[in-house]
């Protein structure tokens, strides 16, 4: 079974500030995701990758299969990116999910 | 942009209870799932659902849930006789082809009392 660690589990930064959350996996995958939940608890999916680095917006993630870690970064970050962000990975049994970095941008 | 829909968003029911939790998928979505979040944990994957039968399922999906695609739209969670542990938010997700994410629903919070 795979095991999903994420880090930091908080963050309170300030606007502007450049953000990286990380995410490590112990089993081989064949696909990452980065989800955003809010306050309110639903789920969007911001990114999935298998490979290299994709980019929307202000975000970034990358993903190095070889050492079982993905970044997302965000950049120029506002108060409105606060949200708890999930790393999950995909592997034989379905997606298992890390536990979330709590973000809190503050103005 | 297509959504996938979950009713209702909030569900109480007194334990023992049966509980049909539905959604709407996108519509031109091939694969289903279902996933649980107890408050204050992470989310869990229960079951995923393709081709009409499920294809994956997770330990806690036990003989006590069951899912359902009754009508080519709506795909359904059942909960047989529920238990106060029952109680979480349950967030239903579809996608298209194998490469594409998965698009999740609002989730229904499901509270047994």
């Known amino acids: 079974k795979n095991e999903v660690e994420q880090s930091p589990q908080n963050l309170t930064a300030q606007e502007g500030e450049f953000i990286t959350i990380n995410c490590s996996y112990s089993?081989?995958?064949?696909?990452l995701h980065w989800l955003q939940q809010h306050p309110g608890g639903g789920i969007v999916s911001l990114f999935m990758l298998s490979s290299g680095k994709k980019k929307h917006g202000r975000l970034i993630a990358t993903i190095n299969i070889q050492e079982k870690h993905s970044s997302l970064h965000i950049t120029a970050s506002h108060p409105r990116d606060s949200a708890v962000y999930i790393c999950a990975v995909r592997g034989a049994d379905g997606l298992t999910f890390g536990k979330g970095t709590h973000l809190i941008i503050q103005p | 942009e297509p959504e996938v829909t979950q009713t209702p968003s909030h569900q109480v029911t007194q334990m023992g209870q049966e509980v049909i939790l539905r959604c709407v998928p996108i519509?031109?979505?091939?694969?289903f799932y279902w996933y649980r979040q107890i408050l204050g944990q992470k989310v869990e994957f229960l079951v995923s659902?393709?081709?009409?039968?499920?294809?994956?399922k997770s330990e806690i999906f036990d003989d006590q849930f069951s899912v359902e695609r009754p009508d080519g739209s709506n795909f359904t969670l059942k909960i047989r006789s529920t238990k106060l542990e029952d109680s979480a938010m349950y967030f239903c997700a579809s996608r298209g082809q194998s490469n594409q994410p998965q698009h999740f629903g609002d989730g229904t919070r499901l509270s047994i009392l």
């Open positions: 519509s031109n979505h091939l694969y």
């Open positions: 659902f393709y081709n009409n039968e499920i294809s994956e």
């Open positions: 089993v081989g995958i064949s696909a």
